[in-house]
């Protein structure tokens, strides 16, 4: 089916260790985004990509690594696990618009928990 | 920095009543808004707004941009239990980011 996927759904880890969150569309959009979401925050933005081998900071990218090799993933590594990244994380993607781009559409989530 | 902000955080609400939900945002590069409705999972997209004064409409949910305010209301008439669920508002900057409110969760009580 077309559509946006997140993997794991949920993953327990430790501090220290290094662990990849993995994000696939089929719809062959241009963007695609990272997004944590704690509760007091909302969503923010780790970083993002316009296309393959471009990727952005977005508000809050210390102690994560992204990598967009293929237009249609988008993988998400956090280095060197802390606590204070226990959350749940999000994908989505986008197509570009002539004045600002498609809405963006989300993946179902990741839930890490950090101990 | 770019800021949204929501409210009201939550409301809990009879099954047939009207709701009102609010956003104001302070961005820089502002190219549009957009609501959001998320249940136990993805956020899923209810509307995106780039004009002001102008009504986008989706069943019992409609919601309007007022520029010169710099806010946006989300209103559902008639609610159900279905509509239980945090709203999310979100502004479109240059270099397509999104900053995102913190929600607001809506509970509808039958």
């Known amino acids: 089916d077309a559509g946006i996927t997140q993997s794991p759904r949920y993953k327990i880890t430790e501090t220290g260790r290094q662990v990849t969150l993995m994000c696939h569309q089929t719809?062959?959009?241009?963007?695609m985004f990272w997004y944590r979401q704690d509760l007091g925050h909302g969503l923010r933005l780790i970083y993002y990509?316009?296309?393959?081998?471009?990727?952005d900071k977005g508000e809050v990218p210390d102690g994560y690594v992204v990598s967009r090799s293929k237009t249609e993933n988008f993988p998400l590594t956090l280095e060197s696990a802390t606590r204070s990244q226990t959350s749940v994380y999000f994908c989505?993607?986008?197509?570009?618009?002539?004045?600002?781009?498609?809405?963006?559409?989300f993946g179902d989530g990741t839930r890490l928990s950090i101990l | 920095e770019d800021k949204v902000v929501q409210s009201p955080l939550s409301l809990v609400v009879h099954e047939g009543d009207t709701v009102t939900l609010n956003c104001s945002y302070e961005?820089?590069?502002?190219?549009?808004l957009l609501w959001y409705k998320q249940e136990k999972k993805a956020p899923t997209f209810l509307f995106m707004l780039?004009?002001?004064?102008i009504e986008k409409k989706s069943g019992r949910l409609s919601s309007i941009l007022d520029k010169k305010e710099l806010s946006s209301i989300l209103n559902i008439t008639a609610t159900q239990t279905g509509d239980s669920a945090i709203y999310l508002c979100?502004?479109?900057?240059?270099?397509?980011?999104?900053?995102f409110g913190e929600g607001t969760q809506l509970t509808v009580n039958p």
């Open positions: 989505a993607s986008s197509e570009i618009g002539t004045y600002s781009n498609q809405p963006q559409h």
């Open positions: 719809w062959s959009h241009s963007y």
């Open positions: 990509s316009a296309a393959a081998d471009i990727t």
């Open positions: 961005v820089t590069n502002f190219r549009s």
């Open positions: 780039t004009s002001s004064g």
């Open positions: 979100a502004v479109e900057t240059s270099g397509s980011r999104l900053t």
